[in-house]
Nanobody
């Protein structure tokens, strides 16, 4: 069982930056691949970024590549999403999610544990 709690969201001007954090409970955090997803009003949940168990491999949606960076600190049971050059279209509720094992996935259905989300609003 893994419980995830996100923080760090807020209101920012276009071009600004935010850093999201996701704190995980449990002693097996390093056994889970971690993903960030987002959901804008009236839209489905979409993949943003993934980091593997060790943090050595990452993968990004094309829409955020070059602007967002995912990382993790297994000693702190925490995954991060550094978001730079934010755009109004990045406005959404951001969720972190955990997936047991080593296989990279961008599919919502393949993640077993989800946080409640944190709101990111980018003003133009």
């Amino acid at each position: 069982q893994v419980q995830l709690v996100e923080s760090g969201g807020g209101l920012v001007q276009a071009g600004g930056s935010l850093r999201l954090s996701c704190a995980a409970s449990g002693r097996t955090f390093s056994s889970y691949g971690m993903g960030w997803f987002r959901q804008a009003p009236g839209k489905g949940r979409e993949f943003v970024a993934y980091v593997n168990l060790s943090g050595g491999r990452t993968y990004y949606a094309d829409s955020v590549k070059g602007r967002f960076t995912i990382s993790r600190d297994n000693a702190k049971n925490t995954v991060y999403l550094q978001m730079n050059s934010l755009k109004p279209e990045d406005t959404a509720v951001y969720h972190c999610a955990a997936r047991l094992g080593t296989v990279l996935s961008t599919s919502v259905g393949s993640y077993s544990y989800w946080g409640q989300g944190t709101q990111v609003t980018v003003a133009s």
